[in-house]
């Protein structure tokens, strides 16, 4: 049973630096293309990184040059570096596969809040 385990929100002032962590079972995670999401309240989830099973790396624009995902295969695990964080950067991150069919149920997320 795949289960995927994120972990490393917090609260931060702008311009602060948050390392999200996600912690697979059930999934190899470099076996298929994952992404970090974020969604607030009202919004539909949506897309942040992505990283393919070659490690190749999408940003989405406003997060270009401050985000980095990157993969751990011996921890099977994925990190998102988030560095210069801004409050539209708030939101409730969650990871899990690109593709629809790869996907695992979604987990609880971690809450990253970005306020002075």
């Known amino acids: 049973q795949v289960q995927l385990v994120e972990s490393g929100g917090d609260l931060v002032q702008p311009g602060g630096s948050l390392r999200l962590s996600c912690a697979a079972s059930g999934m190899i995670l470099s076996d298929n293309p994952m992404a970090w999401y974020r969604q607030t309240p009202g919004k539909q989830r949506e897309v942040v990184a992505g990283i393919s099973s070659a490690a190749m790396t999408y940003y989405v624009d406003s997060v270009k040059g401050r985000f980095t995902i990157s993969r751990d295969n011996a921890k099977n695990t994925l990190y998102l570096q988030m560095n210069n964080l801004k409050p539209e950067d708030t939101a409730v991150y969650f990871c899990?596969?690109?593709?629809?069919?790869?996907?695992?149920?979604w987990g609880q997320g971690t809450q990253v809040t970005v306020s002075s």
């Open positions: 899990n596969a690109v593709r629809l069919q790869d996907r695992g149920p």
